[in-house]
């Protein structure tokens, strides 16, 4: 699995997050577990490869935000209490 992180500017509200998020899910179709928070100023999701990051910041600044940045890690999930 891959997490994928993208920074963001211009998120102001919950309603905010659930566009940034509906407009993740458009744009990255196979992606999981999509959040987003105003406080960080961030949005994540999980895919099973990475993203096409030029067509995901260009569906982000298509909805008036900005994307500042968008990294890519490989992500093991974790089991109870941080085991794996």
Known sequence: MIKTTLKIEGMMCSMCE????????????EAKKVTASRGKGEASFLTDSA???????A????T???????????????GWFGRK
């Open 64 to 78: 008036g935000y900005s994307c500042l940045g968008i990294a890519s890690e490989p992500y093991e999930k974790k």
């Open 18 to 29: 659930a566009h940034i998020c509906e407009t993740i899910r458009k744009a990255v179709p």
């Open 51 to 57: 993203p096409d990051a030029g067509r995901l910041k």
């Open 59 to 62: 569906a982000i600044d298509g």
